[in-house]
């Protein structure tokens, strides 16, 4: 229809109006690509919000995993403090020995669960977050995670030389009753084994284990990595809690 009346103006020579259509053209043209561009913006938009609210949820979901482990590894230099004292003091476990026993089996526990990291390689590969500042909070708190199991999340040399000692009763003792599993990532060091454990000889099996003169060095090494863990759990959650807020702030901003 446009390209008719074009030609009718030219035909005619009715070149004001020739303009004009020329003009309507070009503003339609300009418009239809802005149109375009607003649509291809909005919906890139859109894809971050969803990629963002993903990102928060799996921050969130690693506060909880922070706020697990300390609580765990408290366990774990607690009971380490209380096996260290005994292997250096010199003195018989007298009537605590399960309990004892307890300490140097929880002594050496691993945290298994690792930090989850799915949704932020898929948004960094997708350019998300787009503002410069969210995205280095955000680094600031996957960098910090990054060899983290280098601190306490390798099973140390203390772990199989104790464990060696702890005859299989026991053993069976401990891991049903000594420990708990709250959910499929999260596990709970417990004492409600020392019951069953006044039943067999732990005092014999605590003379072995200070017998072994390896241990107290390898259980220093290990203890000593754990307090340095307890040292940065506040700084993870800080680093965790800002990117948190940071996400949070650009969903409620667009």
């Known amino acids: 229809m446009i390209l008719r009346r074009v030609m009718e103006h030219v035909r005619t020579q009715n070149w004001t109006a020739v303009a004009l259509d020329f003009v309507i053209v070009v503003m339609g043209v300009f418009m239809g690509i802005q149109l375009g561009n607003w649509n291809e913006a909005r919906g890139a938009r859109a894809a971050e919000r969803g990629f963002l609210a993903q990102l928060r949820e799996e921050i969130v979901h690693s506060v909880e995993v922070i706020d697990y482990q300390s609580r765990y590894v408290s366990e774990v230099v607690a009971s380490g403090r209380r096996a260290l ?28 669960t690792p930090f989850d990291y799915t949704k932020y390689r898929e948004a960094l590969r997708l350019g998300f ?6 995205l280095k909070t955000v680094q600031d708190f996957y960098v910090y995670l990054n060899g983290w199991d280098t601190v306490n999340g390798a099973a140390p040399a203390y772990r199989e ?10 053993a069976e003792s401990l891991w049903r009753d000594c420990m708990r599993l709250p959910g499929s990532e999260f596990e709970e060091l417990t004492r409600a084994c020392a019951d069953d454990l006044k039943s067999l000889d732990t005092a014999e099996m605590l003379r072995e284990i200070r017998a072994d ?42």
């Open 85 to 112: 004292d005994y292997l250096t003091s010199g003195a018989d476990c007298m009537s605590a020995c399960e309990d004892l026993l307890i300490d140097f089996f929880h002594a050496s526990q691993v945290w298994g």
């Open 161 to 170: 030389r104790v464990r060696g000692h702890i005859r299989p009763d026991a």
């Open 213 to 254: 003169p390896a241990l107290v060095m390898e259980l220093r090494f290990w203890l000593g990595q754990n307090i340095f863990a307890l040292r940065g759990y506040p700084d993870m959650r800080r680093y965790a809690d800002a990117a948190i807020a940071a996400i949070s702030a650009e969903l409620e901003t667009n």
């Open 129 to 134: 977050p787009s503002d410069p500042a969210t």
